[in-house]
């Protein structure tokens, strides 16, 4: 993995490069962490190898895996970066294409890229802070101070 950090219009803008093998959502988190940003919006495109998705169901307040065994296009892979208890976390959801041209959605919890992905990450507003929602025990943004 590889990364960038740039200025555009007065924000941060970091390019992460991620290589063969590597897991997205690691190389993501390792690279905001390095830059020190704490608030961001990311896109990416590219492909992985496999990817094991996530659909969050409700009733057990937990993922439902939805494994991806094949070679597949991001075609979208849009998210965000907050911090919570003092680490920035990774939020991401991704469609991907088959080779058929269909497509699966979800939550990321894990992927191996190949051959590559490119990430933009914007910074925003640093005070973002995630808090747990306690119906869902998710770590949703908070916009209050509570």
């Known amino acids: 993995m590889n990364s960038r950090e740039i200025t555009s219009g007065g924000r941060r803008v970091l390019v992460i490069v991620a290589d063969k093998g590597d897991d997205p959502m690691e190389a993501i988190t390792s690279a905001v962490r390095e830059h020190g940003i704490r608030a961001a919006q990311l896109t990416a495109v590219g492909g992985f190898r496999s990817a094991r998705l ?75 802070a995630k808090r747990i929602d306690p119906e869902t025990g998710l770590a949703v943004i908070s916009l209050d101070d509570r």
């Open 54 to 128: 996530g659909y969050f169901e409700r009733s057990r307040q937990a993922y439902e895996p939805i494994p991806v065994d094949e070679q597949v296009e991001v075609l979208s892979l849009l998210g965000d970066v907050a911090v919570a208890d003092g680490e920035p976390v990774v939020h991401a959801h991704a469609v991907l294409g088959r080779r058929n041209g269909s497509t699966v959605g979800g939550h990321l919890l894990a992927a191996e890229v190949w051959p590559t992905l490119e990430v933009i990450v914007t910074e925003v507003a640093p005070e973002l």
